[in-house]
């Protein structure tokens, strides 16, 4: 993976970084990356994850998958961390994107057409909770499962299940003796990708798993004690100081149409391991080429708050373009499509600092395993690095869990604090037939 931060230092754009506060900052990289290191060697609570492309076994995960190996498609029943890591890497890598389907939200209507466009007999199912009582994950499985039968398919024979220890979904799959992964121990959901619970699509699909856990240890192996030695820590150390001199939006934007969901993926992982203690840079998600003609705009004109993060591979497929017929066209001749998203990125790059206003450039080589699990996990130990920077607990997510216990509740019809916060919130409907 290579980072370029040159068009985030100060001399380039505002907000921006002095040369001076990066001599500074590396030295607290230097110590960061002391505690990561403690931390990854002691197995510690969250510091596990960076330890995964060591850990996680890619044979045990394709034997478990071995009863579903002739499944046409993969229907993933999870959520937030337990969907996007596995999404991510079937969007970039499998031969058919849409064979893996992602079943991550309760909206009804998205649920019933989903499972409608499906050949269910063809389809393996993917269920993923550590707790086993997610209630987005549960409700939506059992809906599936209900699905399944209705059609006259045994769900037995086609599901794989990746959870805890304990738990109702551990007690349905010894119930009926189901292929079953554990959950790594000590690994938040948001940052497992390179584990069972993101590489089970990816192997039912025929993807080269072993070649995304070795992509993931040459990013580890390239972790160093300085900035300068270290592209990921080049990225978050970057990303941590920008958002010290104010650019609290960093919206990731990727020139590959495959990387998309590589945006959502990011979004989480920055939003729910940074933004603690009253800080926390708000991820934004864009698409290169697409989005420099609806977010462009904002990026360069609008409210100096914000840095745009470039992910481009350096290689990719050319499709030529055929030769214009009209004079105004005829830049284009000889060109590809490769050669044109190229340019675009190149030009848009540029635009920002040419806008007094900070970019920082990923690349890598190409768009296949290794290099994927390289950048899954450049960006996993950048986070871990921001979150040393600025002294949050990167590993938890204790604002999640007042929604979930406010969901329960609802559900139940239970009077608790989180119920009477919502019968209490203050209302203004515009709209209703009565003032309220």
């Given at each position: 993976?290579?980072?370029?931060?040159?068009?985030?230092?100060?001399s380039?754009?505002?907000?921006?970084?002095?040369?001076?506060?990066?001599?500074?900052?590396?030295?607290?990289?230097?110590?960061?990356?002391?505690?990561?290191?403690?931390?990854r060697?002691?197995?510690?609570?969250?510091?596990?994850?960076?330890?995964?492309?060591?850990?996680?076994?890619?044979?045990?995960?394709r034997?478990?998958?071995?009863?579903?190996?002739?499944?046409?498609?993969?229907?993933?029943?999870?959520?937030?961390?337990?969907?996007?890591?596995?999404?991510?890497?079937?969007?970039a890598?499998?031969?058919?994107?849409?064979?893996?389907?992602?079943?991550?939200?309760?909206?009804?209507?998205?649920?019933?057409?989903?499972?409608d466009?499906?050949s269910?007999?063809?389809?393996?199912?993917?269920?993923?909770?550590?707790?086993?009582?997610?209630?987005?994950?549960?409700?939506?499985?059992?809906?599936?499962?209900?699905?399944y039968?209705?059609?006259?398919?045994?769900?037995?024979?086609?599901?794989?299940?990746?959870?805890?220890?304990?738990?109702?979904?551990?007690?349905?799959a010894?119930?009926?003796?189901?292929?079953?992964?554990?959950?790594?121990?000590?690994?938040?959901?948001?940052?497992?990708?390179?584990?069972?619970?993101?590489?089970?699509p990816?192997?039912?699909?025929?993807?080269?798993?072993?070649?995304?856990?070795?992509?993931?240890?040459?990013?580890?192996?390239?972790?160093?004690?300085?900035?300068?030695?270290?592209?990921?820590?080049?990225?978050?150390?970057?990303?941590?100081?920008?958002?010290?001199?104010?650019a609290i939006?960093?919206?990731?934007?990727?020139?590959?149409?495959?990387?998309?969901?590589?945006?959502?993926?990011?979004?989480?992982?920055?939003?729910?391991?940074?933004g603690?203690?009253?800080?926390?840079?708000?991820?934004?998600?864009?698409?290169?080429?697409?989005?420099?003609?609806?977010?462009?705009?904002?990026?360069?004109?609008g409210?100096?708050?914000?840095?745009?993060?470039?992910?481009?591979?350096?290689?990719?497929?050319?499709?030529?373009?055929?030769?214009?017929?009209?004079?105004?066209?005829?830049?284009?001749?000889?060109?590809d499509?490769?050669?044109?998203?190229?340019?675009?990125?190149?030009?848009?790059?540029?635009?920002?600092?040419?806008?007094?206003?900070?970019?920082?450039?990923?690349?890598?080589d190409?768009?296949?395993?290794?290099n994927?699990?390289?950048?899954?996990?450049?960006?996993?130990?950048?986070?871990?690095?921001?979150?040393?920077?600025?002294?949050v607990?990167?590993?938890?997510?204790?604002?999640?869990?007042?929604?979930?216990?406010?969901?329960?509740?609802?559900?139940?019809?239970?009077?608790?604090?989180?119920?009477?916060?919502?019968?209490d919130?203050?209302?203004?409907?515009?709209?209703?037939?009565?003032?309220?």
């Amino acid at each position: 993976m290579h980072v370029d931060i040159g068009a985030a230092l100060a001399s380039a754009a505002d907000p921006g970084v002095e040369r001076a506060t990066l001599e500074d900052l590396d030295e607290r990289v230097a110590a960061a990356h002391e505690r990561i290191e403690q931390g990854r060697n002691d197995d510690e609570f969250g510091y596990a994850s960076l330890n995964l492309p060591d850990a996680t076994d890619a044979q045990t995960i394709r034997n478990a998958v071995d009863p579903v190996a002739d499944a046409e498609s993969v229907i993933t029943v999870g959520i937030g961390g337990s969907a996007l890591g596995a999404k991510t890497i079937t969007e970039a890598l499998a031969e058919d994107p849409d064979s893996h389907v992602v079943l991550d939200n309760v909206d009804p209507e998205h649920v019933r057409r989903t499972l409608d466009g499906l050949s269910l007999a063809d389809t393996a199912i993917n269920v993923v909770s550590r707790s086993g009582t997610t209630a987005e994950t549960l409700a939506n499985f059992l809906v599936v499962r209900e699905a399944y039968e209705d059609r006259g398919v045994d769900w037995t024979e086609r599901i794989v299940v990746t959870t805890g220890e304990s738990g109702p979904l551990r007690a349905l799959a010894d119930q009926h003796d189901l292929p079953t992964l554990p959950v790594p121990e000590g690994v938040p959901g948001r940052f497992s990708a390179l584990s069972s619970v993101g590489l089970v699509p990816p192997a039912i699909l025929g993807i080269d798993i072993e070649g995304l856990l070795t992509g993931g240890r040459a990013a580890a192996d390239d972790l160093a004690p300085s900035l300068y030695d270290s592209p990921a820590y080049a990225y978050g150390a970057m990303a941590y100081a920008l958002e010290e001199e104010g650019a609290i939006v960093n919206a990731v934007m990727p020139y590959a149409e495959r990387l998309e969901s590589f945006g959502e993926w990011f979004a989480q992982l920055w939003a729910e391991s940074l933004g603690k203690d009253g800080r926390g840079q708000t991820p934004a998600r864009a698409l290169g080429a697409t989005d420099q003609h609806s977010q462009l705009q904002l990026y360069r004109a609008g409210h100096r708050d914000k840095v745009v993060t470039f992910v481009r591979p350096r290689e990719r497929a050319d499709v030529p373009i055929p030769e214009p017929d009209h004079e105004d066209l005829s830049y284009l001749a000889g060109t590809d499509l490769g050669g044109l998203i190229d340019a675009e990125y190149e030009a848009t790059v540029a635009s920002l600092p040419a806008a007094d206003r900070p970019a920082l450039e990923v690349e890598i080589d190409r768009l296949d395993a290794e290099n994927l699990g390289e950048l899954l996990y450049a960006m996993e130990a950048a986070c871990v690095l921001v979150g040393e920077l600025a002294d949050v607990e990167t590993f938890t997510q204790p604002a999640v869990e007042w929604g979930k216990n406010a969901t329960r509740a609802l559900i139940r019809g239970e009077d608790t604090e989180e119920t009477a916060v919502i019968d209490d919130r203050e209302r203004l409907r515009i709209g209703e037939t009565e003032s309220l």
